[in-house]
């Protein structure tokens, strides 16, 4: 469903959590021999909040921010039928803050945000000033490195210097077919299309390489490493899956894995 649609019971009852999220929340709280409803969470773009709400139907206390009030809106409903108060989703403000307060929060996570934050220091700082001691942190994003760019179902246009070549690069994709099926382009003219695509990727995209993107993290107080995203597929392979990840090869596992699929970044304080 889409984010302008009214999130409903019927829609949130179907929701399914990442398993590398549960898995890694669950790893936080028995490390620090915790319950449930002493951790709390922050989905820092949570959309409608459909995970906020999944995640406080298991115990935690999970909360949800993001930059669009739309999707935020359709969320809220829910939320307060379900007797919730309004601090559960939340918009940032204008300068990318949120309201709640220092050393808040024991684990943040995203999903495919940072890929479209243009100031990323700001989130950076911000995830620090209200993530506590011992706090941890998991956010998935596309690597820049990686061909295929994935909201446009486009390969090699995130590559291309932010002009008339990415324009016309994606007119040529458009062209032989390539390209979203979004609603809101759907009875438009070929030449609109290109307007809509190539304005996205201007606007809502901002890819950056791993390592500036550690940096960033590092320089905000928060101890930084990348992981396979879904390394639980290798298990049913025994010994080979433990090899894979001893301290010393799963870092040489990782680091190609970044120009090829998405990064899981852990973050710690």
């Given at each position: ?49 459909k995970d906020v709400l999944c995640l406080r139907n298991i115990g935690y ?209």
């Amino acid at each position: 469903m889409s984010k302008h649609n009214i999130l409903t019971e019927e829609e949130l009852s179907t929701h399914v959590i990442s398993e590398s999220l549960i898995r890694r929340i669950s790893g936080y709280c028995e490390k620090y021999q915790l319950k449930s409803d002493q951790v709390r969470i922050l989905d820092w773009g949570c959309g409608r909040g459909k995970d906020v709400l999944c995640l406080r139907n298991i115990g935690y206390s999970a909360f949800g921010v993001d930059i669009d009030p739309e999707p935020i809106s359709k969320g809220s409903r829910l939320c307060k039928n379900k007797g919730y108060d309004s601090s559960v989703l939340n918009l940032l403000d204008a300068s990318g803050k949120t309201e709640f307060p220092d050393e808040y929060f024991s684990f943040t996570y995203s999903n495919y945000v940072f890929e479209h934050v243009e100031d990323l220091e700001i989130v950076a700082e911000e995830l620090s000033r209200i993530s506590s001691k011992n706090s941890s942190g998991y956010h998935v994003f596309p690597s820049r490195e990686f061909f295929f760019e994935g909201h446009l179902f486009m390969p090699f246009v995130h590559w291309l210097p932010k002009n008339r070549v990415r324009r016309y690069l994606i007119l040529l994709f458009l062209f032989i077919g390539l390209g979203p099926d979004w609603e809101n382009v759907k009875n438009k003219m070929m030449r609109e299309k290109v307007d809509v695509f190539y304005d996205y990727t201007i606007t809502k995209t901002h890819y950056r390489k791993y390592s500036e993107i550690k940096n960033i993290f590092e320089r905000a107080g928060f101890k930084v490493r990348h992981e396979i995203k879904r390394p639980d597929k290798l298990q049913k392979y025994g010994k080979l899956y433990k090899l894979a990840t001893t301290s010393v090869l799963k870092q040489l596992v990782n680091d190609p894995l970044i120009y090829f699929n998405s990064i899981g970044l852990t973050i710690d304080k």
